[in-house]
């Protein structure tokens, strides 16, 4: 997970720095650095990560075409 993805994965489900910080159990101050590159701790990514797809968010990795998020399709549609 990229800080863009995790950036754009916010954005998809509409949450602020400090809903994923709850969620995920930092504070926003993390959030807000890895978003802005700083190196972190592979515990507190993959619990960043954790909450996100726990919300819906599948990570797109790179494939040529850039990496990305997108939410899971949710019931029958």
Known sequence: M???QM????AALGWGV?????????????V??????????????A???AALESA????????GGGAGVRLKMRGGG
Not at 7 to 10: G, I, K, L, V
Request: net charge positive; no cysteine.
């Open 18 to 30: 400090r809903d994923l910080a709850e969620k995920a159990g930092v504070t926003a101050n993390t």
């Open 56 to 63: 819906g968010v599948e990570f797109i990795p790179e494939n």
């Open 32 to 45: 807000t650095r890895i978003e802005n590159g700083s190196d972190a701790k592979q515990s507190t990514v």
């Open 2 to 4: 990229t800080p863009v």
């Open 47 to 49: 619990a960043l990560r």
């Open 7 to 10: 950036r754009m994965a916010r």
